[in-house]
């Protein structure tokens, strides 16, 4: 068995790793060219929000999985001088710095993920990513925008507390169980100065059980603060359907060998950018809050609103 201390030593996470090798398939034929994780949010690509949450926690580093198909996922924390001469030239500072922010919010690293081979594959890559000394790191899906920003740092505050690794959950409904990694979890000690309503010790995962099997409600939110045991763990569990290794897989075979895994419940927002459906009302959210647009698309969109409520009463 695998001797997993409990240790504390989680204060910087220096690495966040983003699994992005997928082609995209739900949101043909718009990824045929554009890589899903390009596609804007409002006016950001959702890579660059992924890229301002690792900041906001402190990472330096952005250890990007991608396919050899996808080479414009880094191009986009390049440097653009010819663009950015021009719109100075045109007087236009304010697309300057927005062209220029990508490439200041974190060092991206590329690691190439030549199979899709699950989750479990991917995280495995991104241990050539670590430096010797780090002993945890993030994983970030970009399909999962979690709001506000900050749920990294309370997880990183579990880690101080308890060691391990820390996971980001969130509430869903019985119908939604199945469509998710969910935790079957307990209670943590009140006296640990933690919010125990929030917090909670992880005893299993089941990837995708049916809503009468479900050990909870509490569903994985693409968030995870890891301790680098995980990739050992990874090298000791089975491919499963198509050959994938998934890292729930890895997390299960840590919690059977006594390492110490936690759930910090998001109280905040998740929208899914992997699908059209959930990709959609994030645009609206965050147009709606959006300095610039904030105020016309409220306008817009009650208009478009009312239009449709008067063409269905009409037809009632």
Same mark, same amino acid.
């Given at each position: 068995?695998?001797?997993?201390?409990?240790?504390?030593?989680?204060?910087?996470?220096?690495?966040?790793?983003?699994?992005?090798?997928?082609?995209?398939?739900?949101?043909?034929?718009?990824?045929?060219?554009?890589?899903?994780?390009?596609?804007?949010?409002?006016?950001?690509?959702?890579?660059?929000?992924?890229?301002?949450?690792?900041?906001?926690?402190?990472?330096?580093? %952005? #250890?990007?999985?991608?396919?050899?198909?996808?080479?414009?996922? *880094?191009?986009? &924390? !390049?440097?653009? =001088? $010819?663009? @950015? /001469?021009?719109?100075?030239?045109?007087?236009?500072?304010?697309?300057?710095?927005?062209?220029?922010?990508?490439?200041?919010?974190?060092?991206?690293?590329?690691?190439?993920?030549?199979?899709?081979?699950?989750?479990?594959?991917?995280?495995?890559?991104?241990?050539?990513?670590?430096?010797?000394?780090?002993?945890?790191?993030?994983?970030?899906?970009?399909?999962?925008?979690?709001?506000?920003?900050?749920?990294?740092?309370? %997880? #990183?505050?579990?880690?101080?507390?308890?060691?391990?690794?820390? *996971?980001?959950? &969130? !509430?869903?409904? =019985? $119908?939604? @169980? /199945?469509?998710?990694?969910?935790?079957?979890?307990?209670?943590?000690?009140?006296?640990?100065?933690?919010?125990?309503?929030?917090?909670?010790?992880?005893?299993?995962?089941?990837?995708?059980?049916?809503?009468?099997?479900?050990?909870?409600?509490?569903?994985?939110?693409?968030?995870?603060?890891?301790?680098?045991?995980?990739?050992?763990?990874?090298?000791?569990?089975?491919?499963?359907?198509?050959?994938?290794?998934?890292?729930?897989?890895?997390?299960?075979?840590?919690?059977?060998?006594?390492?110490?895994?936690?759930?910090?419940?998001?109280?905040?927002?998740?929208?899914?950018?992997?699908?059209?459906?959930?990709?959609?009302?994030?645009?609206?959210?965050?147009?709606?809050?959006?300095?610039?647009?904030?105020?016309?698309?409220?306008?817009?969109?009650?208009?478009?609103?009312?239009?449709?409520?008067?063409?269905?009463?009409?037809?009632?």
């Amino acid at each position: 068995m695998t001797n997993y201390l409990n240790t504390a030593n989680s204060a910087q996470i220096k690495t966040v790793v983003v699994p992005a090798a997928g082609h995209g398939t739900r949101f043909l034929p718009a990824t045929k060219t554009v890589p899903k994780e390009l596609l804007p949010v409002v006016d950001t690509p959702g890579i660059e929000l992924i890229a301002e949450e690792a900041a906001e926690l402190g990472a330096s580093r %952005m #250890a990007i999985i991608t396919s050899p198909s996808k080479p414009g996922l *880094l191009r986009h &924390f !390049e440097d653009f =001088p $010819e663009l @950015v /001469s021009t719109l100075q030239a045109r007087g236009k500072h304010e697309q300057v710095a927005m062209v220029e922010r990508a490439g200041r919010l974190i060092e991206p690293v590329s690691v190439v993920q030549h199979e899709a081979l699950g989750l479990g594959h991917a995280v495995g890559l991104a241990e050539s990513a670590l430096d010797d000394d780090e002993e945890a790191f993030a994983v970030m899906l970009p399909d999962d925008l979690v709001l506000p920003f900050g749920v990294l740092e309370q %997880m #990183a505050e579990v880690r101080a507390s308890f060691g391990g690794s820390v *996971l980001c959950a &969130f !509430e869903v409904t =019985p $119908e939604e @169980v /199945s469509s998710y990694g969910v935790f079957e979890v307990m209670e943590i000690c009140p006296d640990e100065g933690l919010p125990t309503e929030t917090v909670k010790q992880v005893i299993g995962m089941v990837e995708k059980p049916p809503a009468a099997e479900a050990p909870s409600r509490l569903a994985a939110a693409g968030r995870y603060l890891l301790d680098r045991a995980v990739f050992d763990a990874l090298r000791r569990i089975k491919p499963g359907q198509g050959g994938e290794l998934q890292l729930t897989d890895a997390i299960e075979l840590m919690i059977k060998e006594g390492h110490p895994v936690h759930v910090v419940i998001h109280q905040g927002k998740r929208h899914d950018l992997g699908n059209p459906a959930g990709y959609i009302p994030a645009c609206v959210d965050f147009g709606l809050s959006h300095p610039k647009y904030g105020r016309a698309l409220r306008d817009t969109i009650g208009a478009v609103l009312q239009e449709y409520d008067d063409r269905e009463a009409s037809l009632a």
